[in-house]
Nanobody, 115 residues
Framework: QVQLVESGGGLVQPGGSMWLSCGSS????????MGWYRQAPGKQREFVAS???????DYAASVKGRFTISKNNPDNTVFLQMNSLKPDDTAVYYC?????????WGQGTQVTVSS
């Protein structure tokens, strides 16, 4: 059974940085891709970043140049480094993994950017 567990959220000031991590209960090499989504209050869940099996990455335009996704395959962990955070980045961040046609989700971690 696939379980994804996020950690690292919290409160940060505008302009600050934060790391999120997502641990998988199975070998992440089994997934076609892993990534991060976020959902702000009153808004739909949106794509943030992804890393596919060949190592290529993709980012939403709103975070490109500020966020970096990376993987630690031996530890079955995916990271999201977030720099130059803005109040608009405030949301619950969800880890996502795709295997064939199945999506797996973590429980989410709250990130709040506020002074």
């Amino acid at each position: 059974q696939v379980q994804l567990v996020e950690s690292g959220g919290g409160l940060v000031q505008p302009g600050g940085s934060m790391w999120l991590s997502c641990g998988s209960s199975v070998n992440i090499l089994e997934f076609n891709s892993m990534g991060w989504y976020r959902q702000a209050p009153g808004k739909q869940r949106e794509f943030v970043a992804s890393s596919v099996a060949d190592g290529s990455t993709d980012y939403a335009a709103s975070v490109k140049g500020r966020f970096t996704i990376s993987k630690n395959n031996p530890d079955n962990t995916v990271f999201l480094q977030m720099n130059s955070l803005k109040p608009d980045d405030t949301a619950v961040y969800y880890c996502n993994a795709k295997r064939q046609r199945t999506n797996y989700w973590g429980q989410g971690t709250q990130v709040t950017v506020s002074s």
